[in-house]
């Protein structure tokens, strides 16, 4: 288990600390907490007398906040009444144990108070070190440290170099509507669902009067990204939860859903088309056995837990049913030490190689009259978590060696599984992948997401007879790809020509593991 | 939405303050800084209570006849100097609901009254202030309950989208305060109270010129005149009221418009309330208000959950310790924009462009053309300085005769119910009756959803006064969770909140928040007003299950010293 905390401390050593409390949630021994003389404990007090637990409504302070004596910071829901709990020292909230929704017990330590902010990084290692130590309620389940042992993406992690921190601004899909004025205009609401979302303003077009940020800009901001592979998403969530769902009810939408559903719509008014290629894999395959082979031995068997089907709903490797032939379930309980790649990320990077011998399919068109040429190529590839879809984005896909690439991906889906992806992590794709076939699918296609130009739908792998040209009857492992692009800026031409790069990569695939 | 209250969105329009302060936009109803005004006035007099009288119809022959019988003489005497005969027993110089109130008790009391009215019938309140607002809160509340899902969820209920159509909901508005006028007017012409149409203005001791501007003046004498002329809104300087896009509460209440983003400048009872319409309703809104923090004028604690109930979780930001310095209303394509100045600096801030701004910072007194000059009267920012008994001071502080002044124009508590208890403490007087309003025991309430009440001291001013007076307070809470009809309606959310001395039992003030927190207040009001102790409330019995019981469990929980003094009432057997 430990390796999973050792893992991510080391190589996304830029996380905040909540995101590797969440990961190290599988800490090996809790350890007391070691509090030094200026870090303060802040208890879950007793409210009333017949108290034993309280369950944190909000936390109205953020970690890194300051606090003054006396003022709230955060409100606790007893047996009987929500609560405001002071703050009995001055100081700074440094980080916080239980999470809005959790129960602690009476007594137990909810959060840490530093004096000063320097002391604010000593009291976030300690929480890293001893969040074992918090139980979460059972209701609540606090499954985060369970979905990362579910990751289903097939990872290759190593103890080599860290992955280069390539964040910023990339590409063009950052659209910062008041580059020139120095504030953004948005209406309340726009600025809480962007606080709430994590989207960041500044880079969201406003629709409202004189380009106001409004609330449904902050909605399509989020699910531009998450849209992605619209019809796939449909597909893929339906069987994810056959027992979830209350025959005969009607469900209104999410916020969400209903930015999804808008942003549907919206897809119409591109003039889109389609072209499929079948693309043979034998060579792509073998490069990954032989990769995976390196590794297998150090391969962990993580928990075995009978994974359901929505826990499983990634749309990442998808070739696990040809490789594991029993169950892609046992292959995603897997974690992968050392030097790995992950298909996922063998794709996004022949994917990307191939785009930048094709710079159309990598473009968009923003306005109806230009062509947007990206600079950067970054792959967007959806993912389905709880309801819902987000794509983390592979940033230059095209220059980051395979395997950082793979830590790469890792990474982003336990981030998006913790919900704690940064607004460039999934908005700043410029061509989106989608694949369904870890399902079987062999064929889809995909809905173009906004503000971006082409999306590949990749069907599953599998084996194929097939005439060779020297009249024989043969069998070959052939996926189907189909991609939907943008007519206004990418051709027909483009796309075969694309795609013929992209077959040739991937049938001789030496180039991705340079 | 004055609420209840008349015009001013404070509970008591701090006159103190407005002069240290110029900072009157805030709406700031430092009931801290006020309170002690009263109490000062209450140390040294009992206060005596308002009686409570019943106001039995009369027909109009009886009322003339008790008038005609009472007032000292009939005849118009135009001559200067004050008069020996009088047309009446009594002249009101406004139809608020502060005229009004006093009207029906001096008839009550055998008085020969005229009311002037130089605008509509009803005044602030029930034209442009409590009444109509109430109208929309009524509309707000639904339409908020009908799109909470969770809420219907939560009680069974499936209800599809529920929309609205502005011009019934300003209709049903209009329609309220067309038929509250009419009842009001008829009131009055039922008792025999004449009803004057025009301007009043005094023109010398007792003497009182009424009539329509620029037509031929009447002019009336009365034994007695009582100033009930009221507010009018607020503007600051440098804010620009265009009516459509730049308005008033005054404005607000005719519902032109519901624009998608409204800034709403005061966070007082009036912007609270507006933006619980505004918001039910669709717009967003943001708070402007010069304080450090919103709602000023409450206890601190009742803030506190009320910011977490009707602000943060709705369409809502605010802006604070900030003065809008200048808006500009909407026009050629531009939106509204607001400068903001920091409060404490006197930097800009910060602008806002939005759709439209209410200016809710409170209300300034209407006693312009009053002629108060004639009888050497001078307004303090436009209020009518007046003692404890309502008697209006003249500029040598002398008391003038036979002059008094309620409500708004007097600013001590700008509620319309204060207006009305003061009226009828006057006309007590009149009779011959010694009377101060306790003005303590005035209850203020805030429509929102849920709703916000109060009576008495809050726990600063509380705290304050024992600190002064040496003797400790209690504080007991109760909490909507624990009380069963709450749950059933499925509004658990909201606490009471009691202060009291645990030696004597005295309640010294009681604060809640929740459903029909308007409602529930006047048990505690009442209590104050009739100097009920907490010990003596506390058994008193309410019908289970019913909101009252968050009251009851307060009492209850509420420790007194075993010592202090049971009441000498005794029991009775039936």
Redesign the interface.
Known sequence: MSHSHLLHTSFIPTAPPSLRRRLGGSAPTPRPHQIQSKIREIFMPALSSTMTEGKIVSWIKSEGDKLAKGE?VV?VESD???M?VESFYDGYLAAIFVDEGLSAAVGSTIALLAESEDEIALAQSQKTSSSGAVSAPPANNNDAPKVLDEMPSPVATAATPAVQASVGILGSSAHPASEGGK?V?A??????LAKELGVDLRGVVGS???G?V??KDVEAAVAAVKVSSGGATVVASEPAKPSGVELGS?V?FTTMQSAVSRNMLESLAVPTFRVGYTITTDALDALYKKNMKSVEQDIILQLLYPMSLDREMLFAPFFKLRLFNQSYYLQNSFQIKSKGVTMTALLAKATALALVKHPAVNSSCRDGKSFTYNSHINVAVAVAIDGGLITPVLQDADKIDIYSLSRKWKELVDKARAKQLQPNEYTTGTFTLSNLGMFGVDRFDAILPPGTGAIMAVGASQPTVVGTKDGRIGMKTQMQVNVTADHRVIYGADLAAFLQTLAKIIEDPKDLTL | MQTSFSPLSTPHLPRSILRSNSNLRSCAIRKEALGFHWLAELRNRESRRIRIVSRKPRTRNQAVISASASASASGVDNGSGAPTSFDYDLVIIGAGVGGHGAALHAVENGLKTAIVEGDVMGGTCVNRGCVPSKALLAVSGRMRELRDEHHMKALGLQVAAAGYDRQAVADHANNLASKIRGNLTNSLKALGVDILTGFGTIVGPQKVKYGKVGFSDNVITAKDIIIATGSVPFVPKGIEVDGKTVITSDHALKLEFVPDWIAIVGSGYIGLEFSDVYTALGSEVTFIEALDQLMPGFDPEIGKLAQRVLINPRKIDFHTGVFATKITPAKDGKPVIIELTDAKTKEPKDTLEVDAALIATGRAPFTKGLGLENINVETQRGFVPVDERMRVIDADGNLVPHLYCIGDANGKLMLAHAASAQGISVVEQLTGKDHVLNHLSIPAACFTHPEISMVGLTEPQAKEKAKREGFEISIAKTSFKANTKALAENEGEGLAKLIYRPDNGEILGVHIFGMHAADLIHEASNAIALGTRVQDIKFAVHAHPTLSEVLDELYKSAKVNSNASRPDSKPVAV
């Open positions: 709230s409100v009987k009444a929500d405001d504030r205009v209406s309340p609401y726009a600025k809480k409202g009067p004189n106001r409004v609330a009607v209104p």
